[in-house]
């Protein structure tokens, strides 16, 4: 089913800041795809999102090649475009000191978060981007421009992620715009083993005196994807309530 309305796909999207990413652009008009590993989430995810009127979905391994597939053919038959892609969707199976990283969790990390960011982007450009134009916005991290405790091999990817983003915004222009957002500690699920139990002692050194929640980053990427960016590309915008002000995460 096509629609007049601009389309999105979101991976990662079932709950956390992909969702809040999907909700924020179904606000703006879009029709979203939202993908995730569990069938179970991704439907309820689309009944928050108002239903199949505004929302889809495709359940998928994000490093799978067959699902980026199957989730590019079924977003261009039901809506007829993707005119947004969202690289959400990422991993952090180890924590604790980069130095004694089990490497193949070293490597897992880089497959879904880097490779996985450019074979999406690749896989839309292809199927859709390169004869109409589109807006890419890739999920980094303010991790990925400090060092941080715990998360250094997570934090490596997301740098990656950043010159990605430079390099893709440089090759893709001026048809595509590829940006993307850095956020600091949000209050997911995914991350909640950074500031469980201490939130407080976490927030204190963040000039704003909180920790971030998923709506803070997807008006970020509502406003990347939108018109009014329209002059801005390779660009990575921190969103970290101020904390790398002071130097530190």
């Given at each position: 089913?096509?629609?007049?309305?601009?389309?999105?796909?979101?991976?990662?999207?079932?709950?956390?800041?992909?969702?809040?990413?999907?909700?924020?652009?179904?606000?703006?008009?879009?029709?979203?795809?939202?993908?995730?590993?569990?069938?179970?989430?991704?439907?309820?995810?689309?009944?928050?999102?108002?239903?199949?009127?505004?929302?889809?979905?495709?359940?998928?391994?994000?490093?799978?090649?067959?699902?980026?597939?199957?989730?590019?053919?079924?977003?261009l038959?039901?809506?007829?475009?993707?005119?947004?892609?969202?690289?959400?969707?990422?991993?952090?199976p180890a924590y604790g000191p980069i130095i004694g990283i089990d490497l193949p969790a070293a490597r897992k990390t880089l497959e879904v978060n880097v490779l996985g960011t450019l074979a999406w982007t690749q896989a839309v450009y292809t199927g859709w981007m390169a004869e109409h134009g589109g807006s890419v916005v890739n999920l980094a991290s303010a991790a990925g421009l400090h060092a941080a405790e715990g998360i250094g091999m997570y934090g490596a990817s997301k740098a990656a992620v950043i010159a990605l983003t430079r390099q893709l915004g440089h090759e893709l222009g001026p048809r595509v715009r590829v940006n993307a957002v850095a956020p600091a500690v949000v209050k997911t699920r995914f991350a909640k083993a950074l500031y469980d139990g201490r939130e407080s002692e976490v927030a204190g050194p963040y000039p704003l005196e909180r920790l971030g929640v998923p709506e803070d980053v997807a008006g970020a990427v509502a406003y990347l994807v939108s018109p009014k960016a329209s002059w801005i590309t390779g660009q990575t915008l921190v969103i970290d309530g101020g904390v790398l002000l002071g130097g530190r995460l």
């Open positions: 089913m096509a629609s007049d309305a601009p389309t999105a796909i979101v991976t990662g999207a079932s709950r956390g800041i992909g969702l809040a990413v999907a909700r924020a652009l179904v606000d703006d008009g879009h029709r979203v795809c939202v993908t995730g590993r569990t069938e179970t989430d991704l439907v309820e995810a689309v009944d928050l999102l108002g239903g199949a009127e505004h929302a889809s979905y495709v359940a998928g391994r994000v490093d799978d090649a067959a699902h980026r597939d199957e989730t590019v053919a079924a977003t038959q039901r809506w007829g475009s993707i005119d947004v892609l969202v690289n959400n969707a990422a991993v952090n």
